[in-house]
């Protein structure tokens, strides 16, 4: 079955350390995304990527980090510079970028930074 | 500025039928999405309206008035796995998906 998994669903870090959220896709879509959803708001992109080895920052890109060298694959780094890193933080595919291109999501990861 | 307006959360009952409202301000406009999300899960498409009008799918439509900057979501013959958070989503002239902080839908036996 093609999708998108993330892993792992349930994270805890000790603040100021860096952590790694992993998101594969196997459903062969150009464009990928990363949100964060936090209670009563509404999903915030962070990073977005079109092509391999291309991305571009979202609204809340500060304190993030991605990399995408495969196709399938686009993780983001939770780094000790963002403030308020406590979230559920949600990975998306779409067979492309600059079109009316529903979005897949993964399960999420719900990160807790203590 | 972009905004989008929903409610925060509605409650009906087993059976019955809801209207979720959504009513968007954004630069442009290159469609409507409609997503339903469980409690930590992820969330799943619904349905996309780009043209004026009513879309019918099954038990859930949605209709789209691009002039008045509003679109709902029609659930009938509700049933107790309909409760979820509803998002509505608006495309943007950059393609850009512009979210609403979602309608909490509560079924009550």
């Known amino acids: 079955d093609g999708g998108i998994t993330q892993s792992p669903k349930y994270l805890f870090r000790k603040e100021g350390q860096n952590v790694t959220l992993s998101c594969e896709q196997n459903?062969?879509?150009?464009?990928m995304y990363w949100y964060r959803q936090d209670p009563g708001q509404g999903l915030r992109l962070i990073y977005y990527s079109q092509i391999v080895n291309d991305f571009q920052k979202g609204d809340i890109a500060e304190g993030y980090s991605v990399s995408r060298e495969k196709k399938e694959s686009f993780p983001l780094t939770v780094t000790s510079a963002q403030k308020n890193p406590t979230a559920f933080y949600l990975c998306?595919?779409?067979?492309?970028?600059?079109?009316?291109?529903?979005?897949?999501f993964g399960p999420g990861t719900r990160l807790t930074v203590t | 500025g972009q905004n989008i307006d929903q409610p925060t959360e509605m409650t009906a009952t087993e059976g019955a039928i809801v209207q979720i409202n959504c009513t968007y301000q954004t630069s442009g406009f290159n469609g409507l999405f409609w997503y339903q999300q469980h409690a930590g899960e992820a969330p799943t498409f619904l349905s996309y309206?780009?043209l004026d009008g009513l879309e019918e799918k099954g038990r859930f439509s949605s209709f789209l008035s691009r002039s008045k900057g509003y679109s709902y979501l029609l659930l009938k013959e509700l049933q107790m796995k309909d409760s979820a958070s509803y998002l509505c989503?608006?495309?943007?002239?950059?393609?850009?998906?512009?979210w609403g902080a979602g309608t909490k839908l509560i079924i009550k036996p």
């Open positions: 989503a608006v495309l943007d002239s950059n393609y850009q998906l512009i």
């Open positions: 998306a595919s779409s067979e492309g970028l600059a079109g009316a291109y529903e979005q897949y």
């Open positions: 459903l062969n879509h150009d464009a």
């Open positions: 309206n780009v």
